[in-house]
T-cell receptor, first 113, second 114 residues
Framework: AQSVTQPDIHITVSEGASLELRCNYSYGATPYLFWYVQSPGQGLQLLLKYFSGDTLVQGIKGFEAEFKRSQSSFNLRKPSVHWSDAAEYFCAVGISGNTPLVFGKGTRLSVIA | DTGVSQDPRHKITKRGQNVTFRCDPISEHNRLYWYRQTLGQGPEFLTYFQNEAQLEKSRLLSDRFSAERPKGSFSTLEIQRTEQGDSAMYLC????????????FGPGTRLTVL
């Protein structure tokens, strides 16, 4: 069965610094990959997704992610973090394109001045 | 596009009571998913519908959990004889019937069982 690992439970960055959140998946074929963000007590907002094609995908709020098949990774990046980016970030994988998503446990991002 | 809505946003109940949650998907979306999220975890899939057909329900946590989508529009998730372990956030998502699909989530219903 497919699985998703987010190795970092909690990351703290300074406002204006760059950010990289790690995501590794386990699945034999090419998965469909997603990053969602969740503010406290709220639902999940889609940041970006990878289905096929260009392995560097752009999302909302200045985020991007790169799919690396050789490393089974789909890391999320942002060049300059804003205080409003503080939230929980979830990586998710889908297979066959129309099945339920499998989520990682999330990475909590704190932003300090 | 008004987004996925869920009602209620918060529910506090006593152990042994039944609860029902409602989800209204984005209007043109014919797929609807239910997930559960406990503290410190990612969402965990429970069940999903395509139109009114429930295509997967083996992942419902026990026979106390049931879901319906009678007319292929809104859906309800019922938990009977609630237990303290049922305390969690219950999330609903919807998507178009496309391949692959993109799921859009509602704000969730926070259940607390006392």
């Amino acid at each position: 069965a497919q699985s998703v690992t987010q190795p970092d439970i909690h990351i703290t960055v300074s406002e204006g610094a760059s950010l990289e959140l790690r995501c590794n998946y386990s699945y034999g074929a090419t998965p469909y990959l997603f990053w969602y963000v969740q503010s406290p007590g709220q639902g999940l907002q889609l940041l970006l997704k990878y289905f096929s094609g260009d392995t560097l995908v752009q999302g909302i709020k200045g985020f991007e992610a790169e799919f690396k098949r050789s490393q089974s990774s789909f890391n999320l990046r942002k060049p300059s973090v804003h205080w409003s980016d503080a939230a929980e970030y979830f990586c998710a994988v889908g297979i066959s394109g129309n099945t339920p998503l499998v989520f990682g446990k999330g990475t909590r991002l704190s932003v300090i001045a | 596009d008004t987004g996925v809505s869920q009602d209620p946003r918060h529910k506090i109940t006593k152990r042994g009571q039944n609860v029902t949650f409602r989800c209204d998907p984005i209007s043109e979306h014919n797929r609807l998913y239910w997930y559960r999220q406990t503290l410190g975890q990612g969402p965990e899939f429970l069940t999903y519908f395509q139109n009114e057909a429930q295509l997967e329900k083996s992942r419902l946590l026990s026979d106390r959990f049931s879901a319906e989508r009678p007319k292929g529009s809104f859906s309800t998730l019922e938990i009977q004889r609630t237990e303290q372990g049922d305390s969690a956030m219950y999330l609903c998502a919807s998507s178009l019937e496309s391949f692959p699909d993109t799921q859009y989530f509602g704000p969730g219903t926070r259940l607390t069982v006392l």
